[in-house]
Every structure is written in structure tokens, then in C-alpha cells.
């Protein structure tokens, strides 16, 4: 089958190249110097358990710098950062046959919606990928944990597409599909909420977070917040393959910390692997916007329209966004949990 990988991060490298070494025809469109390293050097994929293969997809800057016959896609995988996402399905929308599903695979709520917005009359599906991938280099992946799901739902009323599933169970990977693709992401947004954006604001290790009983109390009380919401929209917490996030909502709200802070610690190691969170990564990396307005951004953003306190989530989102917009020192912040919890009113 013929796909198309738009967003050739970490993410749609990881499942062009699995896609491609099953042996489907997988064009990716990304950044000059990924397209140039995949030409050159092919995609390579190394870390926990992979025995790959280097494979050579297509590759290109642009879809219009693909050729025309290898344009019948038979699925779409847009796998950009959620603010890009209307950019994105602007470009696709000439090029897409009729009937090609869409998957955006992304971290945060919100995507689909405005996907939608640009691609009416396309089935889209919602995926959630519970494993933690880095590029090194460009071209060069990393897979940071042993293992994790594919997790799919359809969005809207469209039927769904036969050819997602069946195509995309051939990644390797354990596919898990779902009736209510809010519930699925706004329960993933739980994981994401963990060790992200206060490490981030801090320049700390997760596990540096975790060891700070103030700090980890911040993390504590996102992670409620985003239950209330949730609890507010009418949304089912769900779990994935090997992430009960259900009884992870319970031990959230029930356990004494003393044994909820050793407990979290190991959770996010196994969740993460070796690599930095993606929020601390973008500020690292200099990076003007953040994903972070899609994760506790919609915490709060919901939170305030459904009349549900979420002060926590809503400092943390203006931290960040003021670090990431140059209004506010990351210096002033950098090992300094009590510039942060100040912020907060604590």
C-alpha cells in the first residue's frame, strides 16, 4: 500500500520506518536536511528491542515535490505538532484522492478539531502511540522503551476505515482501537501531564521532580485538575496496553504521597526511557511555540469555560509560554521550585 507520512518527526519517522520494512510504499514529507539524511543514509531505527532493518523511503520537502504516480495514498499519517495542524491539512487537502482516511497521530487535544476545519469530508481517526521515540540525528531513531500500543478512533460520523487497521497492524505494534476519541486523548493527555511541563520550567530531571515533595504535589494536583475536566466533559478516563491509566487516575486520588512519590517515579522511567520530556526539549531547543497550550493549556482553557478550577495547570501553561516567548527568564526559574510554586500561590 502506498502512504503518506506528513510530519517527519520522531514520531512519523518511527512509523514510516516500521510501515516501510513491512513493506509498504511510505513517503515522508519533512524538514531539508531529514529529507537529504534519509536520501543519503536511509532511516535507521536502534534503542529497546528493535532488530531493524535500514530502510529508504521516499522522501520529500514538500507534496508537490513528490511524483504524481505516487500520489494514490491509500492512507495519510499527519503526524505534526498540534499547532501546525491546520497549516498542515491546508497543504494535504488538494492532494488527497477521495476517501483516503487521515491519522493524526499527536500529543495534546485539539487536533482533530481543527483538521476537520480544513478536511471536512475526509474520515479521520484519532491516534495515541504509547511508545517514546527520539532522532538522535536526522534519520537516526531511537526507541526509548520496550514497548507500547498503537491506540486508534474514529473521529466524527464517518465509517471507519477498514485499510487503517489492517495496515497499520502491520507496524508490529499492538493496535488498540476505541469507540470515543476524546476519551482516548484526554486520557493520554493524563500521561503527558506527568513530568512535563514543571521539569521543563525548572530544567530538571523527572526524577528530580518526583524526589521534591512540594514539587511532585504541583504534578499531583495538574494531574487532579485534568480528572475534574474531564470528569466536567462528560469523558471516560481509558487505559492502554500496558498503561492502566484507570488505576493510575485512583492512585492519583487515593494514595498518601510517601507511597504515591516512589510509586510515580517508576511509572514515568518506564514511560519515558532515557529521554527528556518534549516541553524541556523544545525550550532546549529554542523553539518559539509549545505544545504545552494543547496539554495543560486545554486543561485550563476547559476548565474555565466548564466553571472547573484548574489554577495549577493554568500558571504552569503561562510559565511556559512566557519562557518559550521570551517574556520571562528561564533563569529566574532553572533549579528554583520556589520561584515556580510562588507563581502558583503556594
Known amino acids: ?97 477521495g476517501g483516503t482516511p487521515v491519522l493524526l497521530v499527536q500529543n495534546g487535544v485539539g487536533g482533530e478539531e481543527l483538521a476537520a476545519q480544513c478536511l471536512p469530508d475526509t474520515p479521520l481517526i484519532s491516534g495515541v502511540l504509547t511508545m517514546s521515540v527520539s532522532m538522535e540525528e536526522p534519520g537516526q531513531l531511537r526507541q526509548e522503551t520496550s514497548s507500547g500500543s498503537l491506540n486508534l478512533a474514529p473521529v466524527g460520523k464517518q465509517p471507519w476505515p477498514a485499510v487503517a487497521e489492517a495496515l497499520l497492524s502491520c507496524t508490529g505494534l499492538r493496535v488498540a482501537l476505541y469507540d470515543d476519541y476524546r ?61 492502566p491509566v484507570k488505576l493510575l487516575a485512583w492512585a492519583m486520588q487515593h494514595m498518601p504521597a510517601p507511597l504515591l512519590r516512589p510509586l510515580m517515579t517508576r511509572v514515568v522511567a518506564s514511560g519515558r526511557g532515557d529521554k527528556k520530556p518534549s516541553l524541556q526539549l523544545d525550550l532546549t531547543r529554542g523553539r518559539h511555540q509549545s505544545e504545552v497550550r494543547y496539554l495543560n493549556g486545554a486543561v ?17 501553561v503561562e510559565t511556559l509560554l512566557g519562557l518559550v516567548e521570551g517574556r520571562l527568564s528561564w533563569e529566574e526559574y532553572r533549579r528554583r521550585p520556589e520561584k515556580l510554586l510562588a507563581s502558583i500561590g503556594r
Open 300 to 316: 485550563a482553557v476547559e476548565g474555565a469555560r466548564l466553571n472547573v478550577q484548574t489554577p495549577v495547570n493554568k500558571a504552569l
Open 1 to 97: 500500500m502506498r502512504v503518506l507520512m506528513f510530519g517527519a518527526g520522531a514520531i512519523g519517522c518511527f512509523l514510516g520506518h516500521r510501515l516501510a520494512e513491512s513493506g509498504h510504499r511510505v513517503t515522508l514529507i519533512g524538514r531539508p536536511v531529514l529529507v537529504a539524511a534519509v536520501r543519503e543514509h536511509g532511516l535507521s531505527l536502534s534503542g529497546k528491542n528493535p532488530a531493524s532493518a535500514v530502510v529508504r523511503p521516499q522522501a520529500a520537502t514538500t507534496i508537490a515535490a513528490t511524483p504524481p504516480e505516487e500520489r494514490n495514498w491509500e492512507l495519510v499519517l499527519l503526524t505534526v505538532k498540534v499547532y501546525d495542524t491546520k497549516e498542515a491539512s491546508r497543504m494535504l487537502a488538494p492532494y488527497l484522492p
Open 183 to 243: 476519551s482516548m486523548k484526554w486520557s493520554k493527555l493524563l500521561l503527558n501531564l506527568l513530568a512535563n511541563a514543571v521539569p521543563a520550567i525548572l530544567d530538571i530531571s523527572p526524577g528530580e521532580a518526583y524526589r521534591a515533595p512540594a514539587v511532585f504535589e504541583l504534578e499531583r494536583r495538574a494531574f487532579l485538575e485534568a480528572l475534574a475536566v474531564m470528569s466536567a466533559l462528560g469523558l471516560e478516563v481509558v487505559g492502554f496496553p500496558n498503561y
